[in-house]
C-alpha cells in the first residue's frame, strides 16, 4: 500500500516577475507566516530570516523607484517654464507701463532678462545653469524693481522649481540608478533564497506533522497565493495563460521602458525563469 503524502507548497517561477509584482507576492506571504504561531524552532528560523529578507527588498525596491526620477524631472521642468513665463510676461508689461517709475523698474529687469535668453526648450542641465545665474543677478543687480513691482514671488517660484530640477538631475545620476538596480537585484536574490527555505520547512513540517492543522492551514493559504500570483501575474509575462507554472517556461522579455517597475532578474542575467520553494525530496501534491 502506497503511503499518501499530505499536500505540499509547490514551486514557483519569479525571476521575470515585475518589482512590484515580486515585492508584493512577497508581502503577502509574510503576512500570512506572521499569523503563524506554530511550528518548529527551525521553522521559526527560516520566517525570521524570510522577514528580513523582505525588509530588505523593501527598502532595495524605495532606493530603486527614487532612482529613475524622469516623470518627475519633467513635472518640476514644467513648473519652471511656467513660472520663467510668467516672469518674463509681467516683465514685458511693466515695461512699457504708462507709469514712469513702473516702466523703468520694468525696463531694468528686462535688460536682465535679456542677458541671458532663457530658451524653456534646451536641455534640462543648460536651462537650470542659465535660470540660477538669472536669478542671482536680478538679486543683485534690481532687487528694488523685483519688490516694487511686487515680482520677487514669481522669482521665488522660479528659484524653487529650478532647484527642484537640479535636485533630481543629481538623484537621477547613472551611478545611482545602477547602484540601486544592483541592490535591489541582490535583495530579490535573497527573498527567493529565504522564500525557497521557508518553503522547504513548511513543507517539512506538514511531512513530520501530517495532523498538524495550522501547518495545513499555512499550506493551503500559501498555495492560494502562488496560484493567484500565476493567474494575475505570469499571464502578463509570457506565461501561456493556462495557469500551469512548472518553472520551465520561458517568458518572452519584456523591454525596459523606465517605469520603475520592469523585472530586475535575480538570476545570471539569462531570461530563464528560476523556479522557487518546492522540495525536490519529498512528493508533490
Known sequence: MSMEYPKQVAAVSLARAANAAHFDF???????IEAHQAGPSRWHEASGEFASAVEAEDAAFKLYQASLMTPSIKDADERRDAAYRSLNAAVEAFASFPIAEMAEMGQQLKRVLKNYKVDVNASYQKESGLVANLLDD?????????????????????????D????????RSEDRAGQASG????????????????VLMTNATLAL????????WLVEVMQED?????????????SN?????????TPTPTPSDGDGDDPVSAGDGT????????????PGN
Do not use: C
Not at 537585484?185 to 527573498?191: G, I, L, M, N, S
Not at 500570483?229 to 499571464?235: A, Q
Open 164 to 171: 527642484e530640477v537640479r535636485r533630481l538631475i543629481d538623484e
Open 271 to 282: 531570461d530563464d525563469p528560476i523556479a522557487i520553494g518546492g522540495d525536490p525530496g519529498l
Open 26 to 32: 512577497m508581502a503577502q506571504v509574510l503576512r500570512r
Open 209 to 216: 506533522e501530517p495532523d498538524d492543522t495550522e501547518a495545513k
Open 241 to 249: 495563460g493556462s495557469g500551469s507554472d512548472s518553472g520551465t517556461d
Open 183 to 198: 541592490m535591489l537585484k541582490a535583495a530579490r536574490a535573497e527573498t527567493d533564497r529565504a522564500y525557497a527555505l521557508l
Open 226 to 238: 502562488i496560484d493567484y500570483f500565476r493567474r494575475y501575474n505570469m499571464t502578463s509575462h509570457g
Open 138 to 162: 536680478l538679486d543683485s543687480e534690481a532687487p528694488e524693481a523685483l519688490d516694487g513691482l511686487q515680482l520677487r514671488s514669481l522669482a521665488d517660484a522660479l528659484r524653487e522649481a529650478n
